[in-house]
Structure formats: C-alpha cells, structure tokens
C-alpha cells in the first residue's frame, strides 16, 4: 500500500512541470512552424498578434494559457490542447517571455 502510494507520487510529479528534453525541441518547433504560420516567424505578428514579451507583458500565464488551450472562439485562433497541454502551454509561455532561453 504504502509503495502504491510513493508510486502514484513520483508518477504524477513526471507529469507536472517542464517537459522533457525531447518534448522542448518538439514544441519549440511547433512553435516556429504552426504558431509562426499566423504570429510570425519572428512571433512580430501576421493574421495573429504579436507574440513578443512586450506584447504579452500584462498578461496573465491563465490568461495566455486558455487562449493557447481553449482558442479564441469567433477568430482564427484553434484550440491547441489535442496536441499539448496545460504545463506544455505554460512553459510555451515562459519561453515567450523569454526568447533568449
Ligand atoms: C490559424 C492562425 C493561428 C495559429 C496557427 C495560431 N494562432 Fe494564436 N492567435 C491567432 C489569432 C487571430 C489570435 C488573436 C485572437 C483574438 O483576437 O483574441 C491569436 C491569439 C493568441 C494568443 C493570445 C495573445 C494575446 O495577446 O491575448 C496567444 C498566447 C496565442 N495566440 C498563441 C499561439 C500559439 C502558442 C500557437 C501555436 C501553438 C498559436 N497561437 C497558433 C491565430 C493563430
């Protein structure tokens, strides 16, 4: 019972947090083709807004984590969570306030 338990802990802390190694350069990728097909290459903007720390500066990572997850109904926005997930969203962000990282 008590292994169970410890099991179920350290599964679920794999889970949370940053992705791996693996999953970075997948969603950094993703990040440069998909979303960059209407934010930009650059992420400066094109059919979707800027993406740039500046403009996302005021922000809230829930704020920017549901448009990413949910998209934005009535604009060309999809819905993103089929392919990744809240802690992938949120370090999608982080990377976005962080562009040098
Ligand atoms: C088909 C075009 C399209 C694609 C692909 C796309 N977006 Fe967007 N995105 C938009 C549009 C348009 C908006 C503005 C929606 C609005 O007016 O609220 C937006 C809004 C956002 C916002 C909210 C910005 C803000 O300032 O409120 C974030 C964050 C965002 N997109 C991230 C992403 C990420 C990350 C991806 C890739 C996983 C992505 N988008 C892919 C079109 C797109």
Request: charged share 20%.
């Amino acid at each position: 019972m008590r292994k169970l338990l410890l099991l179920m802990l350290v599964s679920s802390t794999a889970l949370a947090g940053e992705p791996s190694a693996d999953r970075q350069n997948a969603l950094r990728n993703m990040l440069k083709h998909d979303c960059g097909a209407c934010h930009g290459l650059t992420l400066k903007g094109g059919l979707g807004p800027a993406l740039l720390p500046e403009a996302l500066a005021g922000k809230s990572d829930d704020f920017l984590a549901d448009a990413i997850l949910n998209g934005r109904k009535g604009t060309a926005m999809p819905p993103w969570q089929q392919f990744i997930n809240r802690d992938e969203a949120l370090w999608l962000i982080k990377v976005l306030r962080n562009p040098e990282h």
